[in-house]
């Protein structure tokens, strides 16, 4: 089976195959053959013009990327966004361009999805549809737009379901009937449904995808409502031939005599007693030798059980001799290999069953899995705070929680038991110290100053203090920094990810502010797709793709979560509790908050329904309690209890 694709655009009201609104190119990644889609949507109408260069662009960045899918998307959009935000520095206002991508990378039957800015898609089966929306989520942020792009992914394997995307404006278009009519076509139909419903608009374009399964489910009517070739992949179908074995004519005459009843001592021949006797004898062979092999292959059958069951359990024992959680997890892993083959010699074998109970009770304290059934306390966000709104980040220090707003640049202080009172004290646009604030890129808190710091759009350095009292500071030689990517502090030193240059810069305090020279932390070192910084006291703690790296004095040690049940994927935000040498990652791809030990090791993973929505994580400044921002709700739960 296969992904069958359909998909069209309209310009300029006419309907054509490939417009500028949509990239489908095929090419070889890392030797796997993967197909990328590309539905752009223009923010302003100055952007229509740049629309299919920017996904060529970002098209091109992608299939020169070694990474994993989402890794190689995230860099090519990111690089993509940083060389708009570049063009609209040296462009007037009211010519900046903005776009929003939804790409969609097909590899065998795995769909992988990324949306940033303006998209909207929906996943169909026959019982419902599930939006696919970055709308009310920080991943609208478009290319090219005010903040940091945050893409928004997803990950599929289409079965039953199909996907479609189209341009977002739409959902505005269509009446509620007009949509539902759409969304409940075949994946044959909807396209040529949606075309028919929208024959007025100016620009669009869609993209539908499903598995193809049979012609009769699959076929490309789409035409008979869309006056272009759209593009569609036609599936043919071998049907089997179908002879025409005629009856024969028969005289009644000459068949009577063809089949005359014969003789009684016709049917008892003496060539029929012989091949019956031939035929008695043969049996009482097979019957005998069957007899005699199935006691061997039972033999057999038992020897290779018992040896499975032994090297299941000497498994075990490597489990039980090791200290390393990576060469326990692959013991038991082929521990149950063995188990496998011995229940399938022996399926009621109650040794078997036994064995395997205790070797998946292992296995889950291995997982280590701490299901949060209820938290210590919960803010509801939505109500409180000014809309538009988009929760990003949270940062602890002071006894305090710092709340960054994308949608308007706001910085937010609450209290760490979460008193509902939120207090504004930063917000872009605002005037502190004579200077125009922008949008936060990147912020952190300065426990040795008591400060919260962040750096804006603009590269400028700002301290807010306990009091909510805005300044801005001096950081020297900012505006030579290629990627400003994450920032930390440590003893007053402020440290800075610079993802473009592969480098940690260490900034020395000059007072209140940070005029000094930068110093190299990381030297030559090669970076994956770096996004978060944790510096502590022996190390310094790089988030790469989905892999959190550790060095100390410029060396790099043992990368972090050895152990683990599976990869992370979709990483967010990681914080650290330097007491407990331990470090906190958000894996939003799995729905979950992973725990590692400093030095390498994988410790825990938490997990809670509302898990699904993660946007940041912080810690209590003692260290006993975690915070858990999604996209509407703010938690609480102390890390004793759990």
């Known amino acids: 089976m296969t992904i069958w694709i359909n998909h069209y655009s ?80 040296r462009s007037l206002r009211e010519h900046h361009v903005s776009v929003g991508l939804t790409c969609i990378v097909i590899t065998d039957q795995e769909v992988v999805i990324a949306q940033v800015g303006p998209s909207l898609g929906y996943i169909i089966s026959d019982e419902q549809a599930n939006p696919l929306r970055t709308k009310n989520y920080p991943a ?58 929208t024959r007025d608009v100016k620009d669009m374009a869609a993209i539908v995808l499903a598995m193809a399964l049979e012609e009769n489910r699959v076929q490309s009517l789409i035409h008979d409502n869309i006056p272009l070739d759209s593009g569609s992949e036609k599936i043919v179908a071998i049907g089997t031939e179908q002879k025409n074995n005629s009856l024969i004519s028969r005289n009644p005459k000459d068949y009577l005599k063809t089949h005359q009843p014969r003789s009684f001592r016709g049917i008892f021949s003496l060539r029929r007693i012989l091949m019956a006797i031939a035929v008695t004898f043969s049996l009482i062979l097979v019957s ?59 399926p009621e074998n109650d040794a078997a069953k036994l064995l395997q109970g205790q070797i998946l009770d292992l296995l889950r304290t291995l997982d280590a899995v701490i299901e949060i059934k209820d938290f210590d306390a919960t803010i509801r966000l939505m109500g409180l705070i000014t809309t538009p709104f988009q929760p990003v980040d949270i940062i602890a220090g002071k006894s305090s929680l710092w709340l960054h707003d994308s949608a308007q640049g706001r910085i937010f202080v609450i209290s760490q038991d979460l008193v509902p009172e939120f207090i504004e004290v930063y917000r872009a646009g605002e005037i502190y110290d004579s200077v125009s604030a922008g949008y936060p890129l990147v912020l952190t808190f300065d ?112 990368n972090l979560f050895e152990g ?42 938490y997990r809670n329904p509302n898990f699904s929505d993660l946007r940041s994580i912080a810690i209590s400044d003692d260290e006993g309690i975690l915070f858990v921002l999604t996209g509407t709700e703010l938690h609480l739960f102390r890390l004793s209890n759990n």
């Not at 752009?40 to 098209?59: F, G, K, L, R, Y």
């Not at 478009?142 to 599929?156: H, V």
């Not at 470090?583 to 908050?593: A, K, T």
């Open 140 to 197: 609208v942020i478009p290319l090219g737009g005010e903040g940091i792009i945050q893409p928004l992914f997803s990950k599929l394997s289409l079965d039953e379901e199909y996907i479609l995307f189209f341009s977002s404006f739409l959902e505005n278009e269509l009446s509620e009937e007009e949509l539902a009519f759409c969304l409940n076509s075949s994946p044959s139909q909807c396209l040529g449904e949606l075309y028919s419903r």
């Open 10 to 89: 309209v310009v300029d009201s006419q309907a054509v195959e490939n417009g500028p609104w949509i990239i489908d190119q095929k090419n070889q990644r890392n030797g796997i053959e993967e197909r990328l889609l590309i539905l752009v949507e223009p923010v302003s109408d100055d952007s229509t013009s740049v629309c299919n260069e920017i996904a060529q662009a970002v098209a091109t960045l992608f299939f020169r990327e070694k990474l994993s899918v989402t890794g190689a998307l995230l860099r090519s959009l990111r690089q993509a966004d940083h060389n708009l935000k570049e063009w609209n520095k």
């Open 564 to 605: 683990i049940d599976n990869i992370p994927s979709a990483v967010d935000a990681m914080v650290g509790a330097s007491n407990q040498e331990l470090i906190f990652l958000i894996d939003r791809g799995n729905g979950r908050i992973i725990v590692s030990e400093q030095d390498g090791a994988f410790v825990k993973q």
């Open 288 to 346: 005998i030798g069957w007899t005699f092999f199935s006691g061997l292959l039972e033999e057999d059958i038992a020897a290779k059980f018992n040896e499975s069951i032994s090297s299941a359990r000497e498994n075990v024992e490597v489990f039980n001799d090791s200290n390393s959680i990576e060469i326990r997890r692959s013991a038991l892993n082929n521990a149950l290999t063995e188990l496998e083959h011995a229940r399938a010699l022996s």
């Open 447 to 558: 426990s040795t100053n008591e400060r919260f710091l962040l750096i804006d759009q603009y590269r400028q350095l700002w301290s807010i203090n306990s009091n909510g009292i805005v300044s801005s500071l001096t950081l020297r030689g900012i505006n030579e920094i290629q990627d400003i990517t994450s920032i930390d502090t440590f003893q007053g030193n402020l440290y800075l990810l610079d993802a473009f240059s592969n480098e940690v810069w260490r900034y020395v305090p000059v007072g209140k502010n940070f005029d000094s020279e930068r110093s190299s932390v990381l030297g030559s070192v090669r970076l994956r797709d770096p996004l978060e910084l944790f510096v502590d006291s022996s190390s310094v703690y790089v988030l790469d793709d989905v892999t959190v790296r550790r060095f100390a004095q410029g060396v790099e040690t043992n």
